[in-house]
């Protein structure tokens, strides 16, 4: 089973994602700031972190350069789900590594279809690595 993590510090957004990914077969971890998100993904290692930018305690900023320099977390695929409109903020966010990036407000098939196609992306990866590595 998967497991994702959502760090959102909107109530009622998380607890609707948090629905949805429950609905579609994944184990679901809630945090409603930048740092609980920070541990959540420590200690669970998800399949997959979904992240505001706009948090209290630690930034989406913060916790992303954290997961992407990190050894144990840097493989983990980052979708931003956040108010952050302009585009030098989703071209930031892209290259300091966020696999998508979704504007508020959102369409949560549209999240769940981006999530899935995150998650293949990733799986192609791991499965290239693994084939490179048995050459």
Known sequence: MRQVVI???EADINDLLARWFASEGFRV??????RAGLHAVQQTRPDLVILDMRLPTMSGWEVCRWLRASEDTRRIPIIVISAISGTEDRIAALEMGVDDFIVKPFSVREVMARSRAVLRRSE?????????GSR
């Not at 192609?124 to 490179?132: F, P, T, V, Y």
């Open 7 to 9: 760090i959102e510090d």
């Open 29 to 34: 971890t809630t945090a409603g700031d930048g």
């Open 124 to 132: 192609q990866r791991i499965a290239s690595a693994r084939l490179e």
